[in-house]
């Protein structure tokens, strides 16, 4: 059943890609070291024509690293990451994959068609991440598709139970470089009993390169007009908050730095962002969600979802944490843009439904689109 799924998925995406034939672009694997059970990981590296390039392992799906150029073709790792898979096992978020359910819920409990299912509670009383041991720490069986937009099909099964989440989530995600410069993100999945699921991908940006200080002077506007309020423990409460007249208004491009010390309580409590901004337009529907640049380097970053959600997030590290080639990462040196349904959603019924019944099939899509300004 698993391969008969994978294969068709592969099928499905070999099909849309038939009007591209191959050119520079294309996708490499190399082993990548083993975990501490023994599992034997990889890497791959899908590039394409224009040298743009994006590494993905198949432990954790995680998003390694994203070399983008700037306006005078020079390019940079844009990503927060490690070198060794070692440091990718003890739960980092950096450019992972994240599941079964991205963000909180609340008291690590939810019901489903009459029935209380109780989660592993990782963030005090409640669910964060889909629990201490979420998808970041499955091994993903992998198909590379060559060609003009390499991808890459990650798939794995979430056996019924796994952090207390019901129902055996047969789950794909499909990384695409396209020949436009986009990293594209696929999302896919099917269950054998009703369940939540909201998986996201938590990448860490900086459009200067990773650990070249903070990120408060990129300019970032957030296609959005409400936000989704929080509690003193970061839990949605399910009220709906209309950004203009507070520091969450982006509906106009503003260097993130500007209201980020202001007096807005959620700001203070965080202190700084950490919420999740509604998305205009219809959920389901491929559309931007935002819009940042970073002035110095001139790169451009556009994020298009089908998602409702989008959760806005500045790293709050005091000590600098050692990365990639020992960069230091920063406080606020980098940030976090989200994809995903609402933080507690399976509580509150007046959110989007996070539900997927038997029979049905998860889809869910975002792009991040790179250019330069002048």
Request: charge should be positive.
């Amino acid at each position: 059943m698993k391969s008969l799924a994978l294969s068709l998925t592969a099928a499905l995406f070999t099909a849309s890609l038939a009007w591209s034939a191959p050119a520079q672009a294309k996708i490499e694997k190399a082993s990548w070291g083993e975990t501490a059970d023994h599992q034997k990981a990889d890497i791959y590296t899908l590039t394409n024509a224009r040298g743009m390039s994006a590494r993905i392992t198949n432990y954790g799906a995680f998003l390694v690293s994203l070399n983008v150029p700037d306006r005078k073709g020079k390019f940079a790792d844009v990503v927060l990451g490690y070198d060794k898979l070692e440091e990718y096992t003890h739960g980092t978020t950096y450019g992972a994959v994240i599941g079964r359910f991205a963000n909180r819920i609340g008291g690590a409990q939810f019901s489903l068609e009459g029935k209380t299912y109780h989660l592993k509670a990782n963030a005090g009383p409640n669910n964060i991440h889909g629990g201490p041991i979420g998808f970041s720490y499955h091994l993903y069986n992998a198909t590379m598709l060559d060609g003009k937009s390499p991808s890459l099909i990650l798939q794995m099964i979430s056996p019924d139970g796994d952090q207390g989440f019901p129902g055996n989530l047969n789950f794909t995600v499909i990384y695409t470089l396209t020949a436009n410069n986009t990293l594209r993100i696929d999302y896919r999945a099917t269950t054998d009993k009703p369940t939540v699921l909201n998986p996201t991908n938590h990448s860490y940006f900086n459009l200067k390169g990773a650990g070249k200080g903070d990120v408060l002077g990129h300019r970032m506007q957030i296609l959005s007009d409400a936000v989704t309020p929080t509690d003193a423990n970061h839990m949605a409460t399910g009220e709906v908050m209309k950004v203009a007249g507070t520091g969450f208004d982006f509906t106009k491009p503003k260097p993130l730095g500007k209201d980020i010390n202001g007096p807005d309580p959620a700001i203070v409590a965080t202190p700084g962002y950490d919420i999740n901004f509604i998305v205009r337009g219809k959920p389901g529907l491929l559309r931007p969600a935002a819009h940042v640049v970073e002035p110095e380097s001139g790169r451009v970053m556009d994020v298009w979802t089908t998602q409702p959600g989008i959760q806005l997030y500045l790293p709050n590290n005091d000590k600098p944490i050692i990365g990639k080639g020992g960069a230091q990462y920063i406080k606020r040196g980098a940030f976090c843009l989200e994809t995903q349904h609402f933080a507690n959603a399976p509580n509150i019924p007046a959110f989007p439904s996070t539900e997927l019944k038997p029979g049905q099939i998860f889809y869910q899509v975002t792009s991040f689109k790179f250019s330069t300004a002048k």
